[in-house]
């Protein structure tokens, strides 16, 4: 099941159709986040915990949420969503290319940033990207992402502790895990982990559980913003 929670109705009746065409899965549009989560009472599914969401029936696998009006950062939304349905993806549907938003939001749980501007499409293929394991974003996103992990270590790769000691000190993830933590930071989905690594994708699952476990995340987003934060990658 595919989420829309967006206050204008002309674009959720939009994203619904195209999303639909496209042969995607059940498509349920919302206003507000709060009305998202009325519909999961109403079902008897709220609240559930990150290790029975997946796979769950009327549980939806991506959740494309506008940025909050009057310029707002929707981070509210993102923690309610992941709150109450752990293991969901949420692309940000967005204005705004804003730094600290973006960074904010990837800590709360984001996978995905689009801006408003992108076609139809796009919005459509950002979404099987999701659901495959990447992290869409819209170019000039990315771009401040980049920047972002440029500038936010001051230390030069030499300078910086290795890997296995900043894990110790950290969390203990595997050399395993650590190169398939490199790779979804490479941006590489899980296809193309399995492909890279020889593993199969069975495989690479559960790796990556075990990453989120790990690092208490459970977002690739957030594998990667925390990882970065950490040092361990």
């Not at 674009?11 to 639909?20: G, I, P, Q, V």
């Not at 819209?138 to 771009?143: C, F």
């Not at 972002?148 to 000691?165: G, V």
């Amino acid at each position: 099941m595919i989420w829309i929670i967006d206050t204008h109705e002309k674009l959720r009746k939009t994203l619904r159709e195209a999303l639909a065409l496209s042969g995607s899965d059940e498509v349920e549009a919302f206003p507000t986040c709060k009305d998202a989560i009325e519909s999961l009472k109403r079902n008897g599914l709220y609240p559930i915990h990150c290790e029975t969401v997946q796979g769950t029936v009327g549980l939806p696998a991506v959740v494309i949420l506008e940025v909050g009006p009057q310029g707002t950062s929707g981070l509210e939304d993102i923690r309610l969503l992941k709150s109450a349905i752990p293991d969901t993806e949420i692309l940000m549907f967005t204005t705004s290319d804003d730094r600290d938003r973006i960074f904010e939001a990837i800590s709360a749980g984001a996978s995905g940033f689009l801006l408003k501007k992108e076609s139809v499409d796009r919005i459509v293929s950002a979404v099987e990207e999701i659901k495959d394991g990447g992290v869409p974003m819209s170019p000039e996103i990315a771009r401040q992402v980049i920047n972002q992990f440029k500038n936010s270590d001051p230390q030069s790769p030499n300078d910086r502790e290795p890997a296995s000691e900043s894990v110790g000190k950290t969390v203990p993830l595997s050399e395993q895990e650590l190169n398939v933590l490199n790779l979804l930071a490479d941006g590489l989905t899980r296809k193309e982990i399995s492909i890279q690594l020889g593993l199969s994708p069975h495989t690479i699952d559960n790796y990556i559980r075990r990453i989120y476990k790990k690092l208490h995340v459970c977002t690739v987003g957030g594998a990667v913003a925390k990882a970065f934060r950490e040092g361990l990658i």
